[in-house]
């Protein structure tokens, strides 16, 4: 299972750190991503770590203002977000991909989190 936290409200220009813990299985050896939705769109796809966290890849909305990093020793991931956008608001999700390479299609990943909502107030 996934577990995210540390959405919230913030202000534009603010920061917010997402969190994305494992538990009952590891998830060393699995790409990890986050992907978002907002209402009324589809969801989409925001940056992708793979199992060694040797590779990285970022939709080109949030390149340089968002980084992901992983601790696979404690079966996290987070995601740093800098300079927040009130067009960042929307519903976050991490999600597992068996593969440990990285992907940004949404559909081939197997294990999904809850979700933790994040709002940018203008």
């Known amino acids: 299972q996934l577990q995210a936290s540390g959405g919230g409200l913030v202000q534009a220009g603010g920061s917010l750190r997402l969190s994305c813990a494992a538990s009952?299985?590891?998830?060393?050896?699995?790409?990890m991503g986050w992907f978002r939705q907002a209402p009324g769109k589809e969801r989409e796809f925001v940056g992708v770590i793979n199992w060694s966290g040797g590779s990285l890849d970022y939709a080109d909305s949030v390149k340089g203002r968002f980084t992901i990093s992983r601790d696979n020793a404690k079966n996290t991931i987070d995601l740093q977000m800098n300079s927040l956008k009130p067009e960042d608001t929307a519903v976050y999700y991490c999600?597992?991909?068996?593969?440990?390479?990285?992907?940004?299609?949404?559909?081939?990943?197997?294990?999904w989190g809850q979700g933790t909502q994040v709002t940018v107030s203008s």
């Open positions: 999600a597992a991909r068996v593969s440990g390479s990285p992907s940004t299609i949404a559909a081939t990943y197997r294990y």
């Open positions: 009952g299985r590891t998830f060393i050896y699995y790409a």
